[in-house]
């Protein structure tokens, strides 16, 4: 499912999976067809984490008005998901954005493919000082999570925010290193995720995760600037329904993911469950494929 306010630290955070998931890509040659899908006696199952999100209701009785039955699979962990879907024992999942399963796939030697968007969580950046980056003034201080993930999706909000410059206009790997000095207007200041909140008094603004930002009491209204949906450095982080490689020109895997996105008592209760925050996006596959296989190159160019 999206990665709501609560769980989207906790997926970023838990993006390392080597260990976790040792032993998980065996059977994936094992897994049944994915031919009559969708009856009573042959359910498409969806690994989600948090079933119990209404909206989810909403999906499975759309789903059913259009003759389908989905049969959702609840997950405690975000690393569980991606090793039964790998297993067989999942036809979809949807939980994930495109970093996460680009880890996945990378560190498990697995060959999962997104085949359809669901919504975006921006990250934000706050400031109890300013009211717009435009005010922030020239040689500023910002704060930013330190964290591998976090780190790089921050500078590309900044950079979309006009507040500084990215070598090569940066990408999921960027780091503080390849700021442009020349060409920004602010510095920048990495700090541990937790502590940035805290850091707000004593510097311009800081990039906040929503789970710190909420125990820090900002609200909405201190926002002022977060991921570009329409930028493509965002396309990374959009949350997806994912299949197996030799599933991913299902029919009827592709009318579950229209049902998703078309039906407006899922994508309403999506932002509500959020807090307001997501943002629910329509991308197409082979767009978030190939972003797909450029985060896994990447990674494996980092080691």
């Known amino acids: 499912m999206p990665i709501t306010r609560k769980r989207i630290a906790a997926a970023i955070s838990g993006i390392a999976l080597v260990g976790l998931l040792a032993g998980c890509g065996a059977g994936a040659g094992d897994a049944p067809a994915a031919e009559d899908k969708g009856t009573e006696a042959n359910p498409v199952k969806i690994g989600v984490v948090g079933a119990s999100d209404p909206y989810w209701d909403d999906y499975v009785d759309a789903a059913a008005d259009e003759g389908i039955t989905v049969e959702l699979v609840d997950f ?38 997104p085949i359809g968007s669901t919504a975006i969580y921006p990250l934000p950046l706050y400031s109890t000082q300013y009211d717009s980056v435009e005010d922030i003034p020239d040689g500023a201080e910002i704060a930013i999570p330190n964290d591998e993930s976090n780190q790089a999706r921050a500078l590309l909000v900044l950079q979309s925010a006009g507040l500084i410059e990215l070598e090569g206009g940066g990408d999921s790997f960027s780091t503080p290193d390849d700021i442009i000095a020349d060409d920004s207007r602010v510095t920048v200041t990495p700090l541990a995720a937790d502590l940035t909140a805290t850091s707000l008094p004593d510097v311009a603004a800081a990039i906040i995760n929503n789970d710190f930002a909420t125990k820090a009491g900002l609200s909405a209204d201190d926002v002022i600037a977060q991921d570009d949906p329409n930028d493509p450095n965002a396309l990374p982080y959009v949350n997806v329904f994912a299949a197996r490689s030799a599933d991913a ?10 049902i998703y996105q078309d039906t407006k008592a899922v994508t309403d209760g999506v932002v509500d469950n959020s807090g307001g925050t997501a943002v629910m996006v329509k991308i197409p596959a082979e767009d978030l494929v190939s972003s797909l296989e450029t985060v896994q190159t990447g990674i494996a160019e980092q080691g």
């Open 249 to 258: 020109d299902n029919e009827t895997y592709a009318k579950l993911v229209e």
């Open 76 to 113: 405690a962990e975000y690393t569980q998901p991606n090793p039964a879907l790998t297993a067989g024992e999942l036809d979809l999942n949807q939980f994930q954005h495109i970093v996460y399963l680009a880890q996945y796939n990378e560190e498990a030697g697995e060959d999962l493919q």
